[in-house]
T-cell receptor, first 112, second 113 residues
Framework: AQSVSQHNHHVILSEAASLELGCNYSYGGTVNLFWYVQYPGQHLQLLLKYFSGDPLVKGIKGFEAEFIKSKFSFNLRKPSVQWSDTAEYFC??????????FGDGTTLTVKP | SQTIHQWPATLVQPVGSPLSLECTVEGTSNPNLYWYRQAAGRGLQLLFYSVGIGQISSEVPQNLSASRPQDRQFILSSKKLLLSDSGFYLC????????????FGEGSRLTVL
């Protein structure tokens, strides 16, 4: 069975700082990888995804993630965070049709 | 695009009472549907999924059950709630052949007292 590990449970940054959230997964086959975000009071929504092709994928609001197959990683990055990026971030792996395994989530707090 | 509605948004129930959380989907047909439970610091745990009407798969043994009486309706139920059933329940939708991600409802927060 697949598993997902997010290294940081809570990250606190000042505005304009750079962000990197770690995500490692465990699965021997082909995976589809996702980052979802949940802003305060809102529902979960897709931030970005990787299916195939260029391992560097770009999502909404300036976020990007890099799939490194040899490291089973899919880390999320943003060069300069904003206060509005305060949210909870989830990494997910999908191996069967829509049946996803999620990490425990990382709460990001950006101080203005 | 698809929209997922969940209700009620908030529910407070006594131990031993029944439960019914409802999820309906608009904007798509023949979706796969999922019930997740989200616990603080614990991520999302898949409880049930359904690939079609009347087809339910359970991922973890528990006090809850699910049903799919119509293509775009997914219900989470319990005959007798336990304290440990408290949590935040999310319904999600996945459309085969589409863009690949899950679409989520806004969730139902259940408190069992």
């Amino acid at each position: 069975a697949q598993s997902v590990s997010q290294h940081n449970h809570h990250v606190i940054l000042s505005e304009a700082a750079s962000l990197e959230l770690g995500c490692n997964y465990s699965y021997g086959g082909t995976v589809n990888l996702f980052w979802y975000v949940q802003y305060p009071g809102q529902h979960l929504q897709l931030l970005l995804k990787y299916f195939s092709g260029d391992p560097l994928v770009k999502g909404i609001k300036g976020f990007e993630a890099e799939f490194i197959k040899s490291k089973f990683s899919f880390n999320l990055r943003k060069p300069s965070v904003q206060w509005s990026d305060t949210a909870e971030y989830f990494c997910a792996v999908t191996t069967n049709a829509g049946k996803s395994t999620f990490g425990d989530g990382t709460t990001l707090t950006v101080k203005p | 695009s698809q929209t997922i509605h969940q209700w009620p948004a908030t529910l407070v129930q006594p131990v031993g009472s029944p439960l019914s959380l409802e999820c309906t989907v608009e904007g798509t047909s023949n979706p796969n549907l999922y019930w997740y439970r989200q616990a603080a610091g614990r991520g999302l745990q898949l409880l049930f999924y359904s690939v079609g009407i009347g087809q339910i798969s359970s991922e973890v043994p528990q006090n809850l059950s699910a049903s799919r009486p119509q293509d775009r309706q997914f219900i989470l139920s319990s005959k007798k709630l336990l304290l440990s059933d408290s949590g935040f329940y999310l319904c999600a939708c996945w459309v085969p052949g589409a863009t690949g991600e899950l679409f989520f409802g806004e969730g139902s927060r259940l408190t069992v007292l």
